[in-house]
DNA sequence: GAAATATGTCAACATGGCTGACATAATTTT
DNA sequence: AAAATTATGTCAGCCATGTTGACATATTTC
């Protein structure tokens, strides 16, 4: 079953303008609506958990981003997630109230306040992770050796060239911290 | 530069149940931060376009999925959105409203009201799609011929077992809608 | 000491989810 | 033909999470 006969659409059609990638001819259907439905339900696994804890996926981004990172600055979070500091504030501040997260003084600068999960918040934002990796999980051993590999450049490429550079370095710096040497 | 020197964590560190991805051993942290931040760039670009037209992103789905299948019935909307019917209605009836969308009454049932895109509205419809392919074809461009067909492999078995075969039926399926035999 | 920075907070508003209740028209069942 | 079901629409209100703008506080830098 999933027999693959979708469009194999990679033609492209030879249009009259053979300049930087406009877009001519049809569109790529398939991995545009792969992508939606993927990501669908891809957050949809957390988001039952979640509901349970009276959570939403704000909690859940900024949970798993402390998590990764810890002692990373509000102003570091803010420019990952890219929302303001009123909407952060506002999830941020029940994750603190509620024991999943605290927050320390900066030790050079004091204004800051370095962001850590309690031992609480680590178990959600772990628990959280593995369901996911579940999903990520059956998928790669469905279809073979080369797929993390595969998966990993097509998604990084799909990043904004400018952001590019930052996530990668974001993910290899929080591999470091949160595999103590 | 982008030089990928990610976790090569493919071990799986053999853990003690090797029954069902039970999501032992440390999570695929790079694979979801990496879906994160590729899904939050690749709908950014229509999201700058919809703001000039008063529309979010609620409108791009309700068009581009209307736009892929004339005729589909409310309620295949509404499935496939997984939305109830009045949060579909509100941007429904907007998308109607300013003349994107026009709604017929079904021919063998007249209950039903077939929704179709008309040309000011595949025009958007196809604009937002155009910068989807955009970054999406950089990205294949970038990655080398086989890398259409393992995102497309990846993607698909991202997406829940039950729904597969609908997607899968739904994506060839309007291929065909939109390419008159 | 003044200016800039990091963070927090109050208030108000917009979008787009949701539930529940109810209305209408058309079809299907009995 | 009457009754039940179905497809759609609509009103009202709630919730989560995004936004702007204004302002407060502590701390650091100039």
């Known amino acids: ?15 009259s ?18 992508l939606f439905f993927a990501y669908r339900d891809f957050v949809s696994d957390p988001d039952h958990v979640l509901e349970k804890f009276g959570f939403g996926r704000a909690h859940h981004r900024v949970l798993h981003f402390v998590n990764r990172n810890p002692g990373m600055k509000v102003a570091d979070l803010l420019e990952t997630l890219r929302i ?32 850590y999960v309690t031992p ?30 595969g998966a990993r450049a097509f998604l990084t490429t799909m990043i904004d060239a400018d952001s590019r550079e930052a996530v990668l370095r974001f993910i290899a710096r929080a591999d470091r911290a949160r595999r103590p040497r």
Chains 1, 2 share one sequence.
């Open 120 to 149: 609480k918040g680590e178990q959600l934002a772990m628990r959280l992770a593995g369901l996911q990796t579940v999903r990520i999980g059956r998928a790669l051993a469905e279809l073979g050796s080369g797929a993390h590999d």
């Open 84 to 115: 303001t500091k009123q909407s952060l504030g506002r999830v941020l501040k029940q994750l603190v109230d509620q024991g999943y997260v605290i927050q320390k003084e900066g030790p050079d600068d004091r204004r800051h306040r370095l962001l």
């Open 1 to 15: 079953m999933a027999d693959i006969i979708l469009n194999q659409d990679s033609g492209r059609a030879a249009g």
């Open 17 to 34: 303008d053979p300049e930087a990638v406009p877009a001519e001819g049809e569109p790529i259907w398939d991995l545009i609506e792969l």
